[in-house]
T-cell receptor, first 113, second 111 residues
């Protein structure tokens, strides 16, 4: 069974440019999460989806970040415009339901220069 | 807001020694707790999920205990090997399903 797939693995962009990350969750997983992880810290939740509905986006900086999960499967996280402080690893995870075991992808390492 | 703390931040042990990793959380109203492993530059690998009604969960050389009332969980790794070197993260799922992470304990097992 394929795990959570994220792309790209690495991205380097100049500040003020837009960037997008893509996530394909495990088949049959209704819950999808986007996390941000800074070096030496634990992941912090950005947004959680139940099917196509964003049920927890309280930590998403909505002035520059947006996310979507069309048809309740794949998801895209976008930053526009990117700032130097956005440099981090962006992790996607999925679970069958919101209270079951979460599985993570390999992450996208973003560097903003 | 749930606060999750992992102490120590780093640990170095000789091969064969048992590992004891600690996790504490501030709000005991949890649904479950999950332990993860993270290798450098990689994503998180799930190790164990322990439900709030359980006292412990075992998988091979790994054993996780949970004392919900005192807000503590401990991950035991028996007979450590160099391949166990990684960062171990504890994540607590609150009753609102929010999954909150600690900063992790970085383990080095010396051959």
């Amino acid at each position: 069974e394929a795990g959570v797939v994220q792309s790209p693995r690495y991205k380097i962009i100049e500040k003020k440019q837009p960037v997008a990350f893509w996530c394909n969750p495990i088949s049959g997983h209704n819950t999808l999460y986007w996390y941000l992880q800074n070096l030496g810290q634990g992941p912090e939740l950005l947004i959680r989806y139940e099917n196509e509905e964003a049920v927890d986006d309280s930590q998403l900086p909505k002035d520059r970040f947006s996310a979507e999960r069309l048809k309740g499967v794949d998801s895209t996280l976008k930053i526009q415009p990117a700032e130097l402080g956005d440099s981090a690893v962006y992790l996607c995870a999925s679970s069958i339901t919101p209270n079951t075991e979460a599985f993570f992808g390999q992450g996208t390492r973003l560097t903003v220069v | 807001k749930q606060e999750v703390t992992q102490i120590p931040a780093a640990l170095s042990v000789p091969e064969g020694e048992n590992l004891v990793l600690n996790c504490s959380f501030t709000d005991s109203a949890i649904y479950n707790l999950q332990w993860f492993r993270q290798d450098p530059g990689k994503g998180l690998t799930s190790l164990l999920l322990i439900q709030s009604s359980q006292r412990e969960q075992t998988s091979g050389r790994l054993n996780a205990s949970l004392d919900k009332s005192s807000g503590r969980s401990t991950l035991y790794i028996a007979a450590s090997q160099p391949g166990d070197s990684a960062t171990y993260l504890c994540a607590v799922r609150s009753n609102d399903y929010k999954l909150s992470f600690g900063a992790g304990t970085t383990v080095t097992v010396r051959a």
